[in-house]
T-cell receptor, first 112, second 111 residues
Framework: GESVGLHLPTLSVQEGDNSIINCAYS??????FIWYKQESGKGPQFIID?????DKRQGQRVTVLLNKTVKHLSLQIAATQPGDSAVYFC???????????FGTGTRLTVIP | DAGVIQSPRHEVTEMGQEVTLRCKPI?????LFWYRQTMMRGLELLIY????????DSGMPEDRFSAKMPNASFSTLKIQPSEPRDSAVYFC?????????FGPGTRLTVL
């Protein structure tokens, strides 16, 4: 029979536009959150992280926003480029733990 | 820094054979993680070590899977005997404090 895989949410944006990728996390006790980018055939690559005592953190062209009230995390990419096309994963770490729990990922496609 | 190193990058084997995947973490990191990624289940944690000691192996699918970390610079994940459903990409990651850095993965195909 036909196998059914995970259904990845997809986001298509025009080159130069800003991208917003959203993630809902499950554990209110999580104290650390992280975004990874995974290109085809490669391992997840660290983008940016944030601790639960912050609600915003900025990097180069990327911003992570954390809303603990509704357990929501977002990744904003400014001036999206074709090289940003990839699958983006959010991950959370429960307080006191060392391991991460990953979301299913979002596929970002940048249209030149 | 060379980053996390995994070998082999690709492995094709027949059902019933033993498979050993290898990982060299980033020098100085004290935690090491083994993950498996499939289309069906996404990215799953199999086991992680802290200071070479296994801390949580609850993600290891069954007794056919075993992992060792004999020293701070080397870890292995072994599958014996392998089955077709073990086909996946296996990632190793290491960390010092918070951020986990992933290796390039080993794509395993069990025929």
């Amino acid at each position: 029979g036909e196998s059914v895989g995970l259904h990845l949410p997809t986001l298509s944006v025009q080159e130069g536009d800003n991208s917003i990728i959203n993630c809902a996390y499950s554990n209110s006790a999580s104290d650390y959150f992280i975004w990874y980018k995974q290109e085809s055939g490669k391992g997840p690559q660290f983008i940016i992280d944030i601790r639960s005592n912050m609600d915003k953190r900025q990097g180069q062209r990327v911003t992570v926003l954390l809303n603990k009230t509704v357990k929501h995390l977002s990744l904003q990419i400014a001036a999206t480029q074709p090289g940003d096309s990839a699958v983006y994963f959010c991950a959370e770490r429960p307080g006191g733990a060392n391991n991460l729990f990953f979301g299913t990922g979002t596929r970002l496609t940048v249209i030149p | 820094d060379a980053g996390v190193i995994q070998s082999p990058r690709h492995e094709v084997t027949e059902m019933g054979q033993e498979v050993t995947l290898r990982c060299k973490p980033i020098s100085g990191h004290n935690s090491l993680f083994w993950y498996r990624q499939t289309m069906m289940r996404g990215l799953e944690l199999l086991i992680y070590f802290n200071n070479n000691v296994p801390i949580d192996d609850s993600g290891m699918p069954e007794d056919r899977f075993s992992a060792k970390m004999p020293n701070a610079s080397f870890s292995t994940l072994k599958i014996q005997p392998s089955e077709p459903r073990d086909s996946a990409v296996y990632f190793c990651a290491s960390s010092l404090v918070d951020t986990q850095y992933f290796g390039p993965g080993t794509r395993l195909t069990v025929l």
